[in-house]
């Protein structure tokens, strides 16, 4: 927010990136490299227009569609797959004892 949209991008994306990398998740590390990037590319813009505490408050709230489009999609695909899921992990735990 302080810095602009370019800096936002990249403190936004790759700082995102490198947690998913740290914290073993490689597969997501580029589409949050991605998705986060353009997030903080959004806030920083808003709040590069905008110097107010009005625009530091409304700039974050911009990225909440986007997380809602997410929980949204995610439980699109989970729901339907649970169940099946749910069946295959008990057959692993009881194999497992």
Avoid at 23 to 38: D, E, H, N, R, S
Avoid at 41 to 48: D, L, M, P, Q, R
Avoid at 59 to 71: C, D, E, F, N
Wanted: glycine share 12%; proline share 5%; charged share 10%.
């Amino acid at each position: 927010m302080l810095y602009g949209r370019r800096f936002g991008a990249l403190a936004g994306g790759i700082g995102m990136a490198l947690f998913d990398v740290v914290g073993g998740l490689f597969l997501w590390a580029p589409f949050t490299l991605v998705i986060a990037g353009l997030m903080g590319y959004t806030v920083g813009a808003i709040c590069e227009k905008k110097q107010t505490i009005m625009a530091y408050v409304l700039a974050p709230l911009t990225s909440h569609p986007w997380s809602l489009v997410q929980i949204g999609l995610a439980t699109v695909i989970v729901l339907p797959v649970l169940p099946k899921l749910r069946k295959h992990a008990a057959v692993f735990s009881r194999a497992s004892k």
